[in-house]
Each structure stands twice: as structure tokens, then as C-alpha cells.
């Protein structure tokens, strides 16, 4: 993997947040030797490997917590629909909030962020956007995400926005606290913190979803954070951070994590690198070895689907491309689609940045 795809999945990953050095090269290390990754008769040892690559790649490290409060553990409740809107909304003709990965290509900075036409694919700048007077109150903040309830843009990544769009959730990396912001009171709220480094993976509908970096003593944990009790349990999501493989996955294929979805489910991309006409998919799973595809198809076979970040909404799922211009939508009723943008400039590739309304 050459620099610039290595930069594109990070940034697609944690956003525009600065990255301490020594994750910068565990992450490198890590991902440019993964190719090929051999999923085989062998397979379970690298999977479970795979755990920390998981929790690195997809950028949940960026951030820190520490010295956890005396709580009572909460159960998982029953996942509704994220980011759940009153009217029905089609995803193929609705304002999709956008912003462009600054490594993709060079951009003004006031039209970074913007939003995409899904029917027509054209992309639109935001010049007025700002996150003024939003916590965390900082220099370096800048408009990251929009909230549609909210109608505003927020200074942190999209999956740590609460599903109904007027609250997120942030770390402050000095003191390595977790916040909760209520967009509708303007108040901001210290809810819960742990010793150690971590960060938030998403806000989904049974709470915040955060993940404790291993340290030479423990390994990796998962915490579920309820956002109004600030009450915590450490949990496993319900793809264990890998995989069941099956007797039907070709050998030698290489394997990467696509991020944590508001259900609890690791999303999988398995592929051949540079191998023409090799299979390649991407999928989650409900239980150990019960897939839900997103897409099988075979290297070059002309989709170009090659997932980067994504997001989830009352609609579906919204995936970035790596590489190309593109815009991904899935949902298990319409399937995989692609929406081409427009309107930014050359080589500019695009992530999700908001419910699409």
C-alpha cells in the first residue's frame, strides 16, 4: 500500500483529528504488511490478530480516556434505526452532507465541506459553515459533520453524533474525558471516563459504542456507554472484531475491517490485492458464520466498489470510495448503488458526513 492510500484510509477513518506518531506507525506497520493476508486452514490465529488492526485501522485511537467513575453496568437495550427520521426519506433524491478528503486533492478550505445532490450528483461548497461556540472550544476545530436536526455543522466526525442528530460525543485528548454535547441546550456534560487510551467508534441506538487500546497488561476492550446515565459495560460487539471464516472463502485472500456500523456489526472487506478478476466482498455479520453481503463481486469486474469510511442512517449505509469520486449507498431492500459527484475538483474523493434529509 502506497502513501497516499494509507493517508485516504486514515483520514477516512478518524477524520481530520492529529494522530500521535507511534500509531501512525504501529497503523503503517501493520497495514502494509497485511497483503495478502492469508485467510486458510490457519486463518483463526490471524484473526484474532486481526483485533488489534481492526481497532487501529479504523481509527479509534485517535483519542483517550481515563480514570473510570463508579457506575452500574446497563444492558444493551434493542437497536432501533439510527439517525431515525419522521418522514420517509429517498436516498436517491436528497441533500447527502459531504466533506472531501484533503488528501485526495488540493481544495479551498471553506468549500471542504458541503453537500451532494444524490439525484443529480452535483456537489455543492458550504462557505458559511462553522462550528463557532460548539465544544470543544478550540483553535483547531473545524466543520467536520452536519446534523440535519440540528441544521448546523459539528467540529467531530459524523459516527459520533447521537442517532437523532442534537447531541455528539467527544474526547478532550488532555484530560481523556468523554464528553456528551447537547446541541439543543448548548450545554456540555462530562458523562463517564476510564484510565488507559481509546476513543469513541460510534454512537449507536443502544449508546456509545468506545474501545480501550490494549496495553501490555490487557488486551483491547469495548465499552457501551449510556449517553444520559453515563453508566457503562464493557461489551463484545457482536462481531467479536473478527470474522467466521467459511469453507467458501477463496484461500489467500487479504482482509480488512471497514469500521463498526450503528448496530454493533464489524463490516469485513475481503480482497485479492491487484489480482484482476479475483473475488472480492464485503459483508457483516448477524451470528458466527451468517453473512449479510454488501457486495461479492470480482476485482475489476467494472463496480469499483473499493469501501473506505462509512456512515448510517434512517436510509441505509453511505460508503466513501478510496479512489474515485463515487459515493456508495446500500440498504438490504435497494441493494448497492453508486452516485457519481460532480463539482469538486479533480481527483476529490468524498466522505459521508451527515443523514442524508
Known amino acids: 500500500m502506497d502513501e497516499n492510500r494509507f493517508r485516504s484510509l486514515m483520514r477516512g477513518a478518524i477524520g481530520d483529528e492529529a494522530m500521535s506518531p507511534w500509531l501512525a506507525d504501529a497503523v503503517r506497520t501493520h497495514v502494509t504488511t497485511a497483503r495478502p493476508r492469508v485467510v486458510s486452514r490457519q486463518r483463526w490465529m490471524i484473526l484474532v490478530a486481526a483485533g488489534l488492526v481492526t481497532l487501529l485501522v479504523t481509527g479509534i485511537a485517535g483519542q483517550r480516556l481515563v480514570l473510570q467513575r463508579q457506575s452500574n ?6 437497536t432501533p434505526s439510527p439517525h431515525a427520521s419522521p418522514t420517509p426519506v429517498d436516498p436517491f433524491s436528497c441533500r447527502l452532507p459531504v466533506a472531501i478528503d484533503p488528501w485526495s486533492a488540493p481544495v479551498d478550505y471553506q468549500l471542504r465541506v458541503g453537500f451532494l445532490d444524490t439525484r443529480t450528483g452535483k456537489y455543492t461548497g458550504d462557505r458559511s459553515a462553522s462550528v463557532a461556540g460548539l465544544a470543544p472550544l478550540s483553535s483547531q476545530s473545524r466543520p467536520t459533520s452536519y446534523s440535519p436536526a440540528a441544521k448546523r455543522w459539528l467540529p467531530v466526525a459524523a459516527r459520533n453524533v447521537s442517532p437523532d442528530g442534537l447531541r455528539y460525543a467527544w474526547t478532550d485528548p ?3 474525558h468523554l464528553h456528551v454535547y447537547d446541541l439543543a441546550s448548548g450545554t456540555d456534560q462530562l458523562i463517564w471516563s476510564h484510565a488507559g487510551a481509546g476513543g469513541v467508534m460510534v454512537w449507536g441506538g443502544a449508546g456509545i459504542y468506545v474501545a480501550l487500546n490494549p496495553t501490555r497488561d490487557s488486551q483491547t476492550q ?18 467479536h472484531f473478527s470474522f467466521t471464516p467459511l469453507a467458501t472463502d477463496p484461500l489467500n485472500t487479504g482482509f480488512r475491517s471497514v469500521g463498526l456500523d450503528a448496530n454493533g456489526h464489524m463490516i469485513w472487506w475481503l480482497y485479492f490485492a491487484d489480482q484482476r478478476g479475483s473475488p472480492q466482498s464485503a459483508f457483516y ?12 463481486g ?10 473506505g469510511s ?7 449505509k453511505w460508503f466513501s470510495a478510496l479512489t474515485y ?4 449507498h ?8 453508486k452516485i457519481s459527484a460532480a463539482g469538486a475538483p479533480r481527483g476529490a474523493t468524498f466522505m459521508p458526513a451527515g443523514s442524508c434529509f
Open 73 to 78: 453496568p446497563i444492558v444493551p437495550a434493542t
Open 174 to 176: 488532555s484530560t481523556l
Open 298 to 307: 470480482t476485482q475489476g469486474d467494472g463496480t469499483g466498489f473499493d469501501p
Open 330 to 337: 446500500w440498504s438490504q431492500q435497494s441493494g448497492l448503488h
Open 325 to 328: 469520486p463515487y459515493i456508495w
Open 285 to 296: 455479520e448477524m451470528a458466527p458464520g451468517q453473512r449479510v453481503y454488501i457486495y461479492r
Open 310 to 316: 462509512f456512515l448510517d442512517d434512517a436510509t441505509g
Open 222 to 239: 469495548t465499552w457501551l456507554v449510556d449517553p444520559d446515565t453515563g453508566n457503562a459495560a464493557q461489551v463484545s460487539p457482536k462481531s
